[in-house]
């Protein structure tokens, strides 16, 4: 693997939404589930403004070049739990497939774990489908444990 | 299990955090992460005081005879994927210790799910650590799947 040092972490802006739904779309669950039409449905940018509005969520992406080559979504709840520590939860990560292996993806989880940190959550957790076997591997090399059981109800 | 038509859920409110603070320290997990004081530490009122003012969050109780013998947490996200549909966590959920197997919990967990699908969310998702695998049991019988590997990074 090589670093990407020409790689930018920012805050995604409503113009790479395309760009980030090609990139949930470009993947074997992740196709069924998106509409990727060439007006985009109305429901990604309703979305957009929601989560962009939110305090306590980052959409962010990797742009290399002037392309968006990455996502990954951060958000940080308060709770009760570990004396009111807030935690972190990462979702929807991916790297353009033509852009896999050069470490977008490592650059984009090192910035959230970096942040929630920052911001005195005291864990970050997420869950990864039990298919993924190379995304847990990926996610051990950078520090977490498959420590919990994800489980979910789909509508 | 016998059903537990007394048992209403309701929103929390600032005066229910010491008894739900004694329900997570109720817990081989919980105990060495709380601080169970005659004066509760500052933090945990912090914390109540912004979940309670955010708009995405609801930490309920269940209330039995004035008493508080149960919570759940549940957060609703925006998000981009699924058409941008936004997804709901659940977290937190506990029953007091002498209050178990009466169906509480299955009350608290079937408010969340009714709460998520009101709300147009894709999918309700939750972690459970491996070793509680009554909860994965109990989570499976109303409905979840262990579809994912839940994976944490614990500062």
């Known amino acids: 693997m090589t670093s990407s040092p020409s790689v930018t972490i920012r805050r995604a802006r409503r113009d790479d939404v395309r760009a980030i739904v090609e990139m949930l779309a470009d993947d074997h669950l992740g196709?069924?589930?998106e509409r990727l039409e060439e007006r985009l449905p109305d429901s990604y940018f309703d979305a957009f403004a929601r989560l962009d509005a939110d305090p306590?969520?980052?959409?962010?992406?990797?742009?290399?070049?002037g392309a968006v080559v990455g996502c990954l979504q951060l958000c940080m709840m308060?709770?009760?739990?570990?004396?009111?520590?807030?935690r972190g939860l990462i979702e929807d990560v991916?790297?353009?497939?033509?852009?896999?292996?050069r470490g977008i993806g490592e650059r984009l989880v090192q910035w959230a774990?970096?942040?929630a940190r920052a911001k005195k959550c005291c864990l970050v957790e997420l869950l990864t489908h039990h298919t993924r076997v190379d995304a847990q591997r990926f996610y051990e090399r950078l520090g977490f444990s498959k420590s919990h059981v994800g489980m979910t109800i789909r509508f």
Do not use: F
């Open 31 to 33: 196709r069924a589930r």
């Open 56 to 65: 306590d969520i980052q959409l962010v992406v990797a742009e290399e070049g």
């Open 78 to 86: 308060p709770g009760l739990s570990s004396q009111g520590s807030s």
């Open 94 to 101: 991916r790297v353009a497939s033509n852009c896999r292996s």
């Open 113 to 115: 774990v970096s942040e």
